[in-house]
């Protein structure tokens, strides 16, 4: 993992829609400060200006000033701007904005304690049937070995791969508890549900090796429920999905090797 891309502040922005989210974010955090830091003195000011001194005692009736009465107003006022004004825009324009299936890569992701399942769909595009009553260690999302769209699907564990420049979007489940799908450089957070199919998308605009965390306490092994994000480029993207898809004709491949040593077997036995 590129351990450069993660620093103290927020990690690079590698995705389309991410620029407006730091956005929204730098506009919140230096809001946040500035009333923190005008709070604290208004705060300070008042612990010396009302305090106990000679001659003096201190005093706890509330103030009525017409100058604090402004500032509050004019606080809500940019707290409903920076609510409605900022931040459901950002959302709207995100949520309402699905990329078009037919142009995007489509990844379904079955997340378990503790890991994360990825399902491609393949060359053909179609995802093999899945039962939940075929999973096991070694077929953890079910896959049903006789359907035949489910032939050249790739199921990886904790290893992601995606096309840089593309749009993904990704049908995430769970298979027993709440967990959340968040890769912070793509600027993606999502629960993942059990019993719910919930589409999250992004697009990402640069190659990497990057980590996608569980960010939701999800019991004893949370910690270490996280994936490799590999953003490659569309050939290496391309060599990946060939690599790894299972060969095309496994059954009768498997079956044609056999056949020429089969008759050699029982012919000496039958001398
Ligand atoms: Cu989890």
């Known amino acids: ?37 005008g709070w604290g003195a208004f705060f300070v000011y008042c612990l010396i200006k009302f305090r106990a001194r000679d001659g003096h005692q201190a005093t706890y009736n509330p103030v009525k000033g017409i100058f604090t009465k402004y500032i509050e107003v004019a606080v809500v006022v940019i707290e409903v701007f920076v609510l409605f004004g900022l931040s459901t825009p950002v959302w709207f324009a995100y949520k309402n904005h699905p990329p078009a299936e037919k142009d995007a890569v489509t990844i379904k992701l079955v997340a378990e304690q503790f890991a994360w399942n990825f399902h491609y769909s393949g060359k053909d595009g179609k995802f093999g049937r899945t039962d939940s009553s075929l999973m ?3 077929n953890p999302l079910g896959l049903d070995p006789d359907s035949p769209e489910g032939k050249d699907d790739i199921v990886t564990v904790n290893q992601m791969h995606i096309p840089v420049h593309k749009p993904v979007i990704i049908q995430i489940t769970s298979k027993d508890v709440i967990h959340s799908f968040n890769i912070p450089v793509l600027r993606v957070k999502q629960d993942t549900i059990p019993g719910q199919r919930i589409p999250i998308w992004f697009e990402a605009t640069q190659t990497g090796h990057f980590e996608l965390a569980c960010a939701q306490l999800c019991g004893l092994g949370h910690y270490r429920m996280r994936a490799d994000v590999f953003i490659d480029s569309p050939e290496d993207y391309a060599k990946w999905e060939a690599d790894n898809t299972p060969p095309p004709a496994e059954a009768p491949a498997a079956e044609a090797p056999p056949a020429p040593e089969a008759p050699a077997v029982p012919a000496p036995e039958a001398k």
Do not use: C, N
């Open 1 to 37: 993992m590129d351990e450069t891309k993660y620093g103290w502040w927020l990690p690079v922005d590698v995705s389309v829609h991410g620029a407006r989210i730091d956005q929204l974010i730098s506009v919140v955090h230096w809001f946040m400060l500035l009333l923190f830091v």
């Open 136 to 138: 096991s260690g070694d």
